[in-house]
């Protein structure tokens, strides 16, 4: 293999533009350190033993794989297998012209596609164009085809052979040969037409043909070596032939080869799924026209014999066909088997389903930027509402303005004691952004519920199993009680869920009781499944607060840690200078870019973002044009109507006089703080979940609220112990219910 320090692979002219990938050039960069490093061996390449061959392609794979500087997530690539190399020098020892038949590496979906949650829907669009024909590899995948194509080397130079390659035009195809051309500056590159990938009609095509259409043939979204199906649901080829008949053409020129005795090529044939199921054919044994061997298979064809490797030289098999989509309702049910999950509150969307929202065969996928940025926001929220703590503590205006309203016996000074805190985060076209932050455990045990249910059936999870569990074992008495109110009882069976399967173990006992049941019993430590602000409706919980003997209670009697008007502080001229020197001005800045402009109603003199249209009054928002009336008014606590939804006004879906009224009666009440915030909308996302009964997927472009739980507690804060996303389609109210989707998160596919 000799040395090449040109980075470019001069292709023939065929009409294809050259391959791009800017991951190439720390790539080949990788590839003249190792062959620097092992001159002396490749020198005399021929002559090593496939074992030796073998750790040599393993040392490549591995610093290619490290010169990308990627997140790893848990990936390497696949190791050589020696055995496998043997195998093949062994198949390509005689003389004549040898043929390696390999299909291409994987393929990178573009996040549009990544996203779609359909396994289906997802191949289909890969397989049209652009995607089809400029489609990019996987990190992982990048590194394995320098491994086999430094094997292919080994290969041709130890049987003395010339390479000549034969090259489909689709990018994870024609990139291996100009690995291949990059360690054999000698070998030889042809694109030919009928190697190419089929490539789906779509609704472009004159007559178009739609996903359905193709789902309706076609139920898995992958295309069998079936010629007349292929032909009806696949564009003609370059040269306008049926892709079938070029295929075939293609394919059984090329595999004639191996019966020239007088040649002394190897033949590397670079294709896809049809075209090895050709080969198949060709050779007698294709038994299964839907066979899909994985990336990186080879078919060695020879005169004597037609040997097929699964993964080619690299030692795991993959599947050969698509995993069978399991049964996630069946699998919530099963793990939340005794618990009712939700009561509805409005007799109109009652339901006898034991899980009563929709549910999708996938979690909600997430580009791997995006799971960081949710991981950063974490650890800024949690520094940041510990910052605010401080400041009420600190600045006498803000404690008295967040008092409003509440009875003297809330407003004893307290540590404040909180297990996690919760942003909610809206996916929109501009990034995630904050419209509230949540210190109660409602939602808790349903994120669990889903992650469980989720790693079941077999994805990656952005929540390690047993993390919650661990966490609050870590973070929590031996004994205590989980209390709830008639106002949450809606939330009994998950506040059960809480106690039962992740608060207790057989040493921990854990109980969920109404607030009813523990009149008179003994200070057993609480964990608190109710509002703070139901003290002033329900005597009982108002003794459970008041009382000399009261327990201790989690998240504690704090109220000023859960106003809404806590968001508005990132946005406050008074307090600027304090959040920098505490947190510094990067979290600030991260902040104001994840928390819409936010104020407090009354105190818009000290708003740092700009008020629309030359308004100084949040009343004369009402004045403004629906299209300029982009905000959201928000009770900020302590009273029925901060809880949900119902203190909640869109004022651009309200008339003119309506928001006129609100905002009237919400800067005239003096109980408690109002909020206006800067409307964001929730970009739609494909999704899809099960039709009940049927398990008909069913699309849905769903608006996504993203609720992860991030421990409060020194010593792990910032840790992300829970998550899910809740996705809802035509409101902006993105919330759990009958209507809407509950998914675990991932970012990546199983």
Known sequence: MAERTAPDLKLPDSGIAKVLDLRLHSAFSALREFQTRNAADLTNLGQLDPAKAASLA???????????????????????????????????ESDGTKVVIVRHAEQSPPEWVFTIPQADLRK????????????????KSLSEVFSTSFILCYLGTRAGKNIKMFSSENMRALEIAKVVSQMSPDSSVAVEGGLSCVTYKDESDDPGVTVEQILAEIPSGYMPWNPELVDKLCRPMKNGHKPSDSIKDAIGTLFAKKDDPNGNDLIIVLTHSQQLAEVLNLAGKLTDPAVRLPELSMIVATQDECLVLERGVLLATEKTKPPRRKDLRKILEKQGEGYQWYKVRRSEFKTPEKIPFLVSPEPLILTNNEGAEILAIGQDVVAYMNACNELFGQDANLANLLKMGKPGYLLEARKAKYLFVRPDLIITDKGFSICEIETSPFGLALAELLNRAYQEAGFTTLVNSGTLRQFLADNTPDTGRVVFSQHTVSYEGQLKFLAKELLSSDQRNWEAQHIDQIVGTSSTPVYRGFYIHEALSDLFIHDLVTGTNNPDITPSLTPHMEEKALLSLIWDKRYEEFFTQKLGSSTVDHLRRVVPPTWIMGQEEFFAGQLPEGVTNSADLANLPKSKRLYVLKTSGFGPKSSWTKGVNFLQEKSQPEAARLLT??????????????????????????????????????????????????????????????????????????????????????
């Open 665 to 750: 009666l919400a800067a005239r009440d003096t109980s408690t703080l109002y909020i206006i915030q800067e409307f964001h909308q929730g970009q739609k996302r494909p999704m899809f979940y099960e039709e009940k009964g049927s398990r008909k997927l069913v699309p849905m472009e769903g608006r996504v609220r993203i609720t992860p739980y991030f421990s409060m507690v020194e010593g792990s804060a910032g840790q992300m112990v829970a998550i899910k996303a809740t996705a809802c389609e035509n409101t902006n109210y993105i919330h759990a219910g009958t209507g809407s989707i509950n998914t675990a998160i991932s970012t990546r596919l199983k």
């Open 58 to 92: 393993n040392e490549l794979s591995s610093s290619v794989f490290k010169s990308l500087r990627i997140e790893p997530n848990g990936q390497s690539p696949e190791l050589v297998d020696p055995e496998k190399v043997d195998k093949i020098a062994k198949a390509i």
């Open 124 to 139: 289909i669009r890969m397989m049209q164009n652009p995607f089809n024909r400029e489609d990019l590899i996987t990190n």
